[in-house]
């Protein structure tokens, strides 16, 4: 037996003031896609935003279903449709906000295992890590330099 240890590391920033003006601009789009955001069930919003290597920023906000595996969350809604608009762009960043219409967040927000999972396979895919900003309402920003950072043991093809 044996035992493994895997880290994972992150730069925190105390507010978006902190952050460069390039990822202030994607995060303000990802707050504003969020407000667009279909949620009469959870009541939870997320917007993101997504910055390819064209230039392109492709935006994304989560959308509900009363049936709900049919819903769409936020990122894989921009990552789809990046993929489907310019298939031989790379996704260089990633801004995801969440807020609800109950509570405020204070605490960083990151992808859901779905969206991790679907993240995963653009960035093996285009062999070039995405940078991940994420955050809540208001509050710290967390900045994750790749997915594999999120999700260290990564399911692709190479199992199938």
Do not use: H, W
């Not at 069930?41 to 009363?66: C, H, M, P, T, W």
């Amino acid at each position: 037996m044996k035992e493994i240890s895997i880290t994972s590391s992150f730069i925190v920033y105390d507010s978006l003031d902190e952050l460069s003006k390039e990822i202030q601009d994607l995060m303000n789009q990802a707050v504003e896609v969020r407000k667009k955001a279909y949620a009469p069930y959870s009541q939870f919003r997320v917007g993101a935003a997504l910055l390819l290597d064209n230039g392109k920023i492709i935006l994304g906000s989560n959308q509900e279903n009363a049936a709900y595996p049919s819903g769409l969350c936020a990122e894989r809604t921009a990552i789809f449709y990046a993929g489907s608009t310019y298939p031989e762009a790379k996704i260089l960043k990633m801004a995801i906000t969440a807020a609800s219409d109950t509570n405020q967040t204070t605490a960083p927000i990151p992808p859901c295992g779905s969206c991790r999972q679907s993240i995963a396979e653009y960035e093996i895919r285009q062999e070039t890590p995405i940078e991940i900003y994420f955050m809540g309402e208001i509050g710290e920003v967390y900045k994750s330099a790749s997915l594999k950072n999120l999700l260290p043991f990564m399911f692709d093809k190479k199992f199938l």
